[in-house]
C-alpha cells in the first residue's frame, strides 16, 4: 500500500514563483490548441477547453511525472473525429471513459515497463515528427478565414509580431530568467496591440471561450454490447496512442530535467484523468510535448505548474473570456514556433554519419510516418518492429563455434552468441555430423536457447547425430532454457550446469 500512500507528493523543492508563472504561460498556450482539437474533431470549443482543464488538473495531481502537461490533443482528436460525426458527441464521451479504463488497466498491470522496447532512434523520430507537426499546424494562422493566405499588410503585421515574440523568447533568458520569457512575450505583443489598435487575429476570432464550470453528465447512450461495439476500437485506439505519447513525453521531461518518472502511475493518472474528462463533457487526451516543453523550459519541476495551468484555464473560461479573447494569436504563434524548434533533435542530423545506417532509416521513417499519417501509435510501432527485426539479423549472424576434441577423443562444440530463429541456419552449418567422432558436447556456457526454434534446431542436429550412431551431450543450460527443452526427444542427454541467474529490473509504480 505504502506505494500508492504518494499520490500526492509535494516533497520536492518548489520555486512558487516560476511555477505559477509557468502555469499561467501553459494556460494561456493551451486555450488555441485546445480550441484548435476540438474543431478538428468536430466538437464544440468547450469541450476542448474541458478536456485540458479536467486532463491537466487530475494529471498534475496525480501523475508520475511533475512538470508534465496534459490536455487536449491532435492525436487523439483524429481518431474520434469519425465517431463523433457518424454517432454524436455523447458515444465520444462513452469511448473516452472505456479508453480511461484500458489505461487504468495498463498502468495497474504495469505495462509502462514495455517502453524499455522503445529504440533512441525511434523517439528521435517521434520528437522529430511531433516538432515538424507543432510547425506546420502554425502555418494555419497565416491564412484567412477563407482559407487563403495572408497578404499585403496583414501578412507583414502578423508576421512581424510573430517575429517579436520569437525574438524576446530567445533574447530574454540572456538578460534574466527572473520571469519566464514566453509570458514575458505573449504580455509584450497584447500591450503592443493594444497601446497602437494594431488590427490583427485574436484567440477570439477563432472561437468563443466563455463557459461554466464543466458540467458532470453521464453519456446518453445505449448500454448494451451493441454500443461497446460501435465505442471499444476508438477506446482501444485513444487508450494505446495516448499512453505512448504520454510515455514518451515522459521520458523526454526526464532527460530534461535529469530524473526519472513513473511511468506506471503515469498510465493510471492519465487513465482517471480520461474517465472524468467523458464524465465532465471533454473530449479525452493525454500528454502535450509541446505545452509540457514550454514549462520544463520555463524552470517549472514541481506538481504546481500544471494545477496552476489548470485552474487558470478554468478561470479563464469562467471569467475571463473576453480578456483572454483579445489576446493576439501571433504571440501564441509565435511561441508555439519557438517550442518546435527546441523540440526538434538537432543533434540527431549531426549523428547520420556516426549512427548505424539502420538507425537513421528507422528515425526518419518514424519522423515520415508521424507527419503524413499523424499516427503517433503507429509510427512508434513501425519503428520498434524495423528495429526489432534489424536486432535479430544483427544476431543472427553472430552466432559461432569453437571447435576441438579433447583428449578422450569427444569433441566439443562451444557455442557464442542466442541461438534463436534467426540464427538456427548458421547453427545448424557448424557441425560436421558424418566426420565426428562417436561422441560430441555442445556446449551453451556463453550461448542461450531462446525459443522454440532453438529447441527444433537442436532436436534436428541431435537426431542426425542419433541416424549416424553418434550421441550428443548438452552442457551449461541455464534453468530457462532447460525449462524450454523439457518436453524435447529423449535422445537428448542434459547435462547441466546451471549459469547465473538473470533478472529483470523492475519499475515502481
Sequence with gaps: MKKYLNLFDFSQKVNYKTEILSGITVALALVPEAIAFALIAGLSPLT??????????????????????????GAVAVVIVSLAADYGVEYVFAAVILAGILEM???????????????????FGFVNGLAIIIFISQLDQFKSPDGSWLSGSSLFIFLGLVLFTMV????LPKLSKVVPSSLIAILAVFGLVLAFGIDTRTIGDIASIQGGFPPF?????????????????????????????????????DEITETRGRGNKEAVAQGTANILSGLFSGMGGCAMIGQSLINTSNGARA??????????????????????????????????????????????????????K????????????????????????????????????DNAKRIRARKYTDENGIKHYEIYGPLFFGSVTLFNEKFEV??????????????????????????????RYHKVGKKVHLRHLSPDCRRLLS???????????????????????
Excluded: C, Q
Excluded at 476542448?48 to 490533443?73: C, N
Excluded at 524576446?168 to 533574447?171: E, P, V
Excluded at 476508438?234 to 515522459?250: Q, R
Excluded at 483579445?326 to 514556433?337: C, E, F, N, S, Y
Design 48 to 73: 476542448g477547453l474541458y478536456a485540458a482543464f479536467v486532463m491537466g488538473l487530475v494529471t498534475s495531481i496525480l501523475g508520475g511525472r511533475p512538470g508534465m502537461i496534459s490536455g487536449a490533443t
Design 358 to 393: 539502420s538507425d537513421v532509416l528507422v528515425m526518419i521513417l518514424v519522423t515520415l510516418v508521424t507527419v503524413f499519417l499523424h499516427n503517433l501509435a503507429l509510427a512508434v510501432l513501425v519503428g520498434v518492429i524495423i528495429s526489432a527485426l534489424v536486432f535479430a539479423w
Design 487 to 509: 518436453n524435447a526427444d529423449a535422445i537428448i542427454d542434459v547435462n547441466v550446469l546451471e549459469d547465473p541467474t538473470y533478472k529483470i529490473v523492475v519499475d515502481k509504480v
Design 168 to 171: 524576446i523568447i530567445w533574447g
Design 303 to 356: 506538481r504546481l505548474s500544471g494545477i496552476v495551468a489548470a485552474v487558470m484555464l478554468l478561470v479563464f473560461i469562467m471569467f475571463g473570456a473576453n480578456l483572454i479573447e483579445k489576446v493576439p494569436m501571433a504571440a501564441l504563434t509565435g511561441l508555439m514556433i519557438m517550442v518546435a524548434l527546441g523540440t526538434f533533435e538537432w543533434a540527431s542530423l549531426r549523428t547520420f554519419r556516426r549512427m548505424p
Design 434 to 463: 558424418l566426420e565426428d567422432p562417436e561422441e560430441i558436447i555442445i556446449d551453451f556456457k556463453e550461448s542461450r536457447v531462446v525459443d522454440m526454434s532453438a529447441i527444433e534446431a537442436l532436436n534436428k542436429i541431435t537426431e
Design 105 to 123: 488497466a495498463a498502468g495497474f498491470l504495469r505495462l509502462g515497463k514495455l517502453m524499455r522496447l522503445v529504440p533512441h532512434p525511434v523517439i
Design 217 to 253: 453528465h453521464i453519456p446518453e447512450i445505449p448500454f448494451n454490447i451493441e454500443t461497446l461495439k460501435i465505442i471499444f476500437p476508438y477506446s482501444a485506439i485513444v487508450a494505446g496512442v495516448g499512453l505512448i505519447e504520454s510515455l514518451l513525453t515522459l521520458n523526454i521531461v
